[in-house]
């Protein structure tokens, strides 16, 4: 099976708070083909911002 175009591509998620803090994860491209927005806890501002997928 080939791993250069997978169906859950690895995605950066920024802090909006602009920490520049960022997380790391995987999405499925066929359940949530639009960017991606999560509510997770920034350490450098210490509360919980939204995180928004990068490209």
């Not at 250069?4 to 083909?33: C, E, F, H, L």
């Not at 999560?38 to 509360?47: G, M, N, S, T, V």
Request: charged share 35%; net charge positive; aromatic share 8%.
């Amino acid at each position: 099976m080939a791993k250069g175009q997978s169906n859950r591509p690895v995605i950066k998620m920024r802090s909006t708070a602009g920490t520049g803090y960022t997380y790391v994860t995987r999405k499925s491209r066929r359940n949530t083909p639009d960017r991606l927005t999560l509510q997770k806890y920034d350490p450098i501002a210490q509360r919980h911002v939204e995180f928004r997928e990068e490209r």
